[in-house]
């Protein structure tokens, strides 16, 4: 769990959002075990509210789950795994968006630039 904070966004808030990119990328599977509180706050060097609060946050928007004592888990909910990659990926093209508009890119430049810098990385 190698993480590089910003000072921008409370810890929390990142702590959710690397939760999210491994769900995205599939590197956090559905109904994996994901470590307790403690061992998170360890591992990212945080503080244990911290860790705690964002596994709060995790567990109202139904991305983990934790039956009575046992550890917690990545959802198995499709509908929340699919809204987690959707998000993810309306934030980044939204930002680029934002970025080529602003220095007045026409669209069919723009899309031409997207396939082929994709199909470039794409075959990395």
Same mark, same amino acid.
């Given at each position: ?24 990328? +599939?590197?956090? %599977?559905? +109904? ?58 309306? %934030?980044?093209? +939204? ?12 669209? %069919? %430049? ?11 990385? +794409?075959?990395?």
């Amino acid at each position: 769990m190698n993480v590089t904070f910003n000072k921008r966004d409370p810890v929390y808030v990142q702590v959710i959002r690397y939760f999210k990119e491994q769900i995205a990328t +599939g590197n956090f %599977e559905p +109904g994996q075990e994901i470590p307790s509180r403690r061992e998170l706050a360890n591992k990212m060097k945080i503080n244990p509210n911290t860790a705690q609060r964002a596994y709060k946050e995790m567990e109202e928007q139904g991305l983990i789950y934790t039956e009575r004592n046992l550890p917690s888990r990545i959802t198995r909910d499709e509908q929340v795994l699919q809204s987690v990659r959707d998000e993810l990926i309306l %934030e980044a093209v +939204g930002s680029f968006v934002t970025s080529v508009k602003s220095i007045n890119v026409p669209l %069919e %430049e723009v899309l031409d630039l997207v396939k082929k810098n994709y199909q470039v990385d +794409g075959d990395k």
